[in-house]
């Protein structure tokens, strides 16, 4: 890894102030933005991992080396490396979250369309800390699946690692491989049959299983996988601390809006979060199984309609789920 300026000196660990992982393939100009919004909580390195183009001709991040040398203080590593030839995510994410906890005890990992709030990196630095030598936590999450807006800050786990930016520890990633191939079929169908109580929800993780394990560019269905497989649960805040800019033209997946898009992102998510706030008591959170599935379903059914039409449709949804859900 190629190590810019702050101080030179690479990424060096640091378990009070975690790493913080920025995987990129060509969204520059907002890479160049979470590093602007991260760099003042001073992670004690920001690693950015710029993936291979899929085609000769693509934009080239050079002009985004020299825009971060002006972004960041003098106090922030920033390590700088773009893969010679295009990996996928899934690959490109095992290699570089592999890299980054050999040396490391933890690392906060952001994709290039992941806004972080305010908040973010101080929820997430006191998770890992706080929970490191609890091994019934397998990843905290800065997402959370809410619809209404929460009048305080607290944090729920549950089953589900959701993936909007998210961190974990070496020791709980080192089993980890997105074609999961240190388990068994049958170790897989009994692990999603531990985690989901209907035969519907099932036969659903176990078809997903099998289709994302053969996309390069799907590794989020294994890693939940993964966590049924140990027993992990997933720490989530109270309210979501990502605000997803990549429901567009540049993205591998999500090309249209979703029903989660910036569905709970309000004024606490400049929240400043405190040590205790992350510990204990930790409450169950209520994004349990069905209701996963279902708004899951929920949304990719929308992704039938076209562009404008699903617009007005999420909105719909999305003041509806609001109206019935408490907060």
């Keep these: ?26 969204r520059f100009a907002e890479i160049a933005k979470i590093v602007d919004i991260l760099a003042p909580s001073n992670p004690c390195c920001i690693v950015i991992s710029i993936d291979g ?26 390590v700088f490396e773009q893969q010679p030839v295009n990996l996928g995510i899934a690959k490109h994410l095992q290699q570089a979250v592999t890299e980054v906890l050999s040396t490391h005890e933890s690392l906060i990992v ?21 929970h490191r030598n609890d091994k019934t936590i397998g990843t905290v999450a800065a997402d ?12 729920e786990s549950s089953r589900f690692p959701l993936t909007w930016g998210w961190g974990t ?26 985690a989901n109580a209907s035969p519907f929800v099932r036969r659903h993780w176990k078809r997903r299983i099998r289709e994302s394990i053969a ?21 989530n805040p109270s309210f979501p601390l990502i605000n997803n800019v990549g429901h567009d033209s540049k993205a591998t997946h999500t090309l249209t809006e979703s029903i989660f898009t910036n569905s709970g992102f309000h004024r606490l998510a400049g929240h400043l979060w405190k040590s205790s706030e992350v510990s204990s008591p930790i409450r169950w959170g209520r994004l349990r199984t069905i209701e996963h599935f ?23 949804v999305v ?3 609001k109206s019935i859900q408490k907060p």
């Design 53 to 78: 183009p899929r085609r000769e001709g693509a934009a080239s991040p050079t002009s985004l080396r020299f825009s971060l040398q002006k972004v960041i203080g003098p106090k922030t590593n920033l």
């Design 215 to 235: 996309d390069p560019n799907m590794w989020d269905a294994q890693w939940t996988v993964y966590q049924w497989l140990n027993d992990y649960l997933t720490l």
């Design 110 to 130: 952001l994709e290039d369309d992941c806004m972080p709030a305010l908040g973010l990196y101080s929820y997430m630095a006191h998770s890992l800390i706080a």
């Design 1 to 26: 890894m190629k190590s810019l300026p702050g101080n030179g000196t690479g990424c060096i660990g640091n378990s009070f102030n975690p790493p913080v992982l920025i995987l990129g393939f060509r």
């Design 144 to 155: 959370a699946h809410v619809l209404t807006k929460r009048a305080s800050a607290y944090v």
């Design 294 to 316: 279902m708004l899951i379903r929920l949304d990719n059914l929308l992704n039938v309609f076209p562009g404008k039409v699903k617009e007005l449709l999420v909105a719909f």
């Design 319 to 321: 003041r509806v789920l």
């Design 169 to 194: 520890w070496a020791d709980r990633w080192s089993g980890f491989n997105v074609q999961l191939s240190t388990f068994s079929k049958e170790e897989i169908d009994k692990a999603v049959s531990r």
